[in-house]
């Protein structure tokens, strides 16, 4: 299995809903990664997770809260979002944290938040 | 972190036509690759190279690390290589702008 999976594919919320984003793969990385990408823009990194402990955190407002409940899942969840938050989320994973060998993306949560 | 500038921004090509993409670097980098994404948001691996030349069909990258700076080529494009191309460097990957191509027939 050489890929990542993420779900929902699309996903339209309230600004008052509590949701969560999944991020899946079983190719053994031990680093995972969260992305924000907007219309136009390259991806963003949000957060790292190494070892399933978070290790970078660039600086995002805590109505995103990710989780590795182990190696394989990663989880973005969503409260109290803002219209400004529609985006594409994406997801990756590499053997190691900035890897040498290269990072492999899902296809992509697209976001809306009415 | 490391700066990665894309040039050029926008390409427009007409189908059969060979094109090539710069990516500039600040800093030396363990890695870096190329990606291709496609309309519908997918990010597919096209290259990673730290150094030297790679080739895959129509594609080929090449990095010159001691001179920061990666090439992508692009030959005989097709209307399926419309899309946004970026590269990132694998020390914190971090990517450049990108180079939005668009093919036509």
């Known amino acids: 299995d050489t890929e990542v999976t993420q779900t929902p594919k699309h996903l339209v919320m309230g600004m008052t809903n509590k949701k969560s984003l999944k991020c899946e793969q079983h190719?053994?990385?031990?680093?995972m990664y969260w992305y924000k990408q907007k219309a136009k823009k390259p991806p963003e990194l949000m957060f790292v997770?190494?070892?399933?402990?978070?290790?970078i955190n660039e600086s995002v407002p805590s109505r995103f809260s990710p989780e590795c409940p182990n190696s394989s899942l990663l989880n973005l969840h969503l409260h109290a979002l803002q219209p400004e938050d529609s985006a594409l989320y994406l997801c990756?994973?590499?053997?190691?944290?900035?890897?040498?060998?290269?990072?492999?993306f899902g296809s992509g949560t697209r976001l809306t938040v009415v | 972190g490391i700066q990665v500038e894309q040039s050029p921004p926008d390409l427009i090509l007409q189908e059969g036509a060979n094109s090539t993409l710069r990516c500039n670097f600040s800093?030396?980098?363990?890695?870096l690759q190329w990606f291709h994404q496609n309309p519908w948001g997918q990010l597919i691996n096209l290259f990673y190279?730290?150094?030297g030349t790679k080739q895959n069909g129509r594609l080929s990258a090449t990095t010159v690390a001691t001179e920061r700076y990666s090439l992508l080529y692009i030959s005989s494009s097709q209307t399926t290589d419309s899309g946004v191309y970026f590269c990132?460097?694998?020390?914190?990957?971090?990517f450049g702008a990108g180079t939005r191509l668009t093919v036509k027939p």
């Open positions: 990756a994973s590499s053997q190691g944290q900035f890897s040498n060998y290269g990072y492999t």
């Open positions: 190719m053994g990385h031990r680093a």
């Open positions: 997770y190494s070892y399933e402990k978070l290790s």
């Open positions: 800093d030396s980098v363990n890695n």
């Open positions: 190279i730290p150094s």
């Open positions: 990132a460097a694998s020390n914190d990957m971090r």
